[in-house]
């Protein structure tokens, strides 16, 4: 059988599950997992279908065609189609921290990840010995004042040149530009070490130590031109106490950085996660 | 509008999404929520689907008439159907300890919970007076081994009379009869005092003192004959150190047991509860 | 067996510990526990002791003078003494919300919080029924802009009246003024319904809900002149999604505020927290 | 300076806080921390001290004799002493799960444990590439039936050989013999993927999807000869629902294995856990 993600966006209106699984059915696909939301506020609509096709008479091209043929202009509908078979190419940036590339490794090693990933670009040479011993490609691009814009350049090249679907920052400590983000919107996934809204920028740890908080948290979001502000794709956070130095919270946190930040690569991956409105509608 | 709830659940097979939201459509409803879940091991198909239908031609009779007629055979379906505006009736049932009591009441009394309370029972007459300050009912029924049959008959008729859908018991420290249950099948509440299987039966704080658990909990589950193993709904956790003595634990425990409870009250009132094999599906 | 409660505060040295507990022997007292902790980037020193006197010959006053002579001077010692069995009078402020006082209020009358509560006070009539049913005092004082000033010095000369300790913010919707805070400084607590810093001031669940966030809190603090800036507590949070609307937040947040308030409350009423630099240590 | 800890067990009794603060003093050393507990219902002492002493003068050898002059026999006391700076050797035991020893490693790598990794032993080859690629010597000892006695005499042998001081069960799937136990009683350290004492013994993933619990958990506890029932260090847990299938719990289980065991293996390094009654002190 062969598997069909279909993500589905578009204005409220009546009708429209009906339509879609009725659409389905007559393309002799069954549906196995529907999710529905319908933001009331906004009145929009969201559905995520898993639907499955008999592989030798199912054309991905057909049904792309009688799909936009029968919604894209009568629902004025925002549609992506997936091949759930298909593994997406993940590029991972790093720069010197190395927890957050171990637990992706480690996890990537273990088949856990439905991805391939192609290569790892990082502004530091320091944890190459790390991508070695998992036989992944390691790019050492030094990113200065003055070196940033061919770094960049350098950087896209790369990402075209292994097809690179998305991308992970895995504590990778530097802006990234705007040409890259508006080539990959919504495909560059970040981990902030903070709880956002709380403590965006440079050294969170520090300035909810100084705050004296009694909770921390770590954010992993979609990357937009405004610093840690990009649509949240999950959170989660650990208790401190006054006992609790910064550097307790640095490795606290660490735990909580890869934790969530590969629980937003899995919810990426299975085409879990829709964007709108610098949210997100994450089905689980 | 009128706003119906129906919850599905058959064996599963190609075409059911299609063909209930079809079914909808055709009698002019618009689906608002759609929830579906497929236990891919027992091959177990549910949905739970939220309906509006014009007020003034919609007949619950009428539609009730013709979806036994398309689906009860077709496809071995087991349905409820529920009108979204009737809140059901819930006694509770009490004995000495206040708190999940005060915190139903406060709720109610705040219009948080979808529900009428007609009555409380208890077996002993110490709450009467939190009763009577939220102006409800009280009805005292000693249980002891002699009068436990008169008592469970008394019970019985009260909850007819009032003409009860479902019962909590908020920390009613009695054992239910055979009779109740079954009349009452998956209709009957109950939170235990621990994160069960662990420490199931009395003195569960005690128990999980003596073991040195890091960590208690409290379970809201569906009363089955099998003491403490029913159905279970929600469950919540809450930490503990070497420093809380038993007193604490069932300090903290009381927090959580009124809290899980609630959850579970709100869960079954928005018929998002669905039981299978001695488990549940909860739509969320 | 009197037992008494010190808290010790001051610059870190050498040689603190040994002379507290040596100078408690000598008094003929027995040490309970002991909670000490160092800020080691402040070089500041926090003890708290619970301590046992043979009530025949202890003297409070006596202690005391011998506890200034040995160490006020020779540390450049702050220090407090409690005697445990003196219940803390507390001042309920509400206003419209019952939530947190049906909570707060029937944890007292289960004999859960160590305070007598001898006053209600609101700026609203609403939640008179509640003070009735558990028999506390409720004090409607009207807060506009014009009548602010004689309503603050009303509060104050009914805090005086009933010799209040401390003053619980119960979700009370108003600005305390600066006369007020300086009475009583590290002795006004609030429940603020966001996990501070993120979310300050009013609204808290509508931003976070336009934030898109997938988690929400609560923090309780000590009222400052920086609104919601003061010294935390106590936070705890709990997890939303996409499917919550603002109501849900907000129901959600309800279960929060009451809990984290109550965990506050207990703190502070057990001498567990101290203040420095906009900080709390919590011995737990 | 040299830092020493100080673990002190005995019944409890009037003034050992003051004595032992005061012995300290005396031997011209600084307290920096102190944590204490009492067990008030079985009467039983517990202190953990970190002291500071001049290194040039500071004879651990000196500071043990006039120590067990003073207190071993006036108080019963039991104690132990730590030099702060000497790291304890840990053996880790590994069958094929990668994901608590690359968890385990990667931190190792990083600086964030105490500890000195002299050997790994596994009673498969699958791990042995992770051990290489973090040089460490890895030893394949097959474990079957009828080797099981000559496997368990090589094991003890190679850990008396790297004079190990503790053993950490990272996910080994064997029994481990009494010998074992008995040389190294509360010395190794286990991780169970269960909320014990729900679901001890094999496959509880299984039986904690069987009985549809809301919540799953991981616990890291001391070995005993009784399986899954020796001295509870940490234990954490995560939610679960209908849609996950016995293969996300293991997935899920596996962060909290890695996370519960780094948590155990930290709290043991540091010297803050102690055993007695079959459960923990675990001063934090």
Redesign the interface.
């Known amino acids: 059988m062969k598997r069909i993600i279909v993500l589905i966006n578009c204005n409220d209106r ?2 429209i ?3 879609v ?2 659409f ?2 007559k393309q002799n696909g ?5 999710d ?6 906004n009145l929009m609509f969201f559905m995520r279908l898993e639907c499955e096709f008999a592989k030798a008479t199912f054309s991905v091209e057909k049904f792309e065609e009688n799909f936009a043929e029968s919604f894209s202009e009568k629902f004025n509908m925002n549609w992506q189609l997936f091949d759930a078979d298909i593994k997406p190419k993940m590029a991972l940036f790093v720069s010197k921290y ?2 957050c590339l ?2 992706i490794l ?2 990537y ?2 088949n ?1 990840l439905d991805v391939v990933i192609p290569l790892i670009i990082s502004n530091h040479p320091d944890l190459e010995h790390i991508a070695n ?1 998992f036989n992944i490609p390691y790019y050492y691009i030094k990113v200065t004042k003055d070196t940033k814009k061919v770094a960049e350049d350098l950087q896209l090249k790369l990402l075209q040149e292994y097809k690179v679907d998305f991308i992970v920052l895995a504590r990778y400590m530097q802006i990234i530009s705007s040409k890259l983000i508006e080539d990959y919107t919504n495909h560059i996934i970040n981990i902030h070490h903070s ?5 965006p920028g440079a050294k969170p740890y520090h300035s909810a130590f100084e ?5 921390i ?1 770590a954010t992993s979001h979609y990357v937009t031109e405004d610093l840690d502000e990009g ?7 650990t208790r401190v ?3 609790n ?1 910064i550097k307790d919270f640095i ?1 606290k946190g ?2 909580l950085e890869k ?1 969530v930040l ?1 629980r937003a690569i899995k919810l990426h991956t299975k085409r879990k996660v829709m964007v709108y ?6 089905f ?1």
Chains 1, 2, 3, 4 share one sequence.
């Open positions: 009546q009708g599950i009906a339509s699984t009725n389905i059915q069954n549906i196995v997992y529907i529905q939301h319908v933001d009331r506020e190395e927890h171990y637990d480690s996890r090693s273990a856990e011993s709880f956002l809204p709380a403590f705050r004296g908080v009694k909770i948290g649509p949240i794709i999950e959170q989660d956070i106490t006054h006992t130095t490795l660490k735990d934790i590969s409105k610098n949210k997100t509608v994450v689980i």
